[in-house]
């Protein structure tokens, strides 16, 4: 089990990743195109991740881009999910 501030060190980074690629979590759940076990599995995939550093870097100078890095562990449903 991951600790509390690992999960919301990784929940900050899945929100920063989906409005780098122009998608809005809050807005797609509501829409109900993102069910709310999917968000908790994004964070926990992301948690997953080797190198949080890397993406914290990433996100630093790609605030607006057209896709996640390929290692995200998220870009499949965050594709599915721009708009």
Known sequence: MQSPKVLKR?????????????????????RGDLRFDEIADAV???AGCSNPVHCESWLSVNDSAGDAPGYCRNT????????
């Open 10 to 30: 990784h929940a900050t980074l899945v929100d920063r990743m989906a409005r780098a690629v122009g998608v809005d979590l809050e807005e797609s759940a509501l």
């Open 76 to 83: 499949e449903l965050l594709k599915r999910l721009r708009p």
């Open 44 to 46: 926990l995939a992301c």
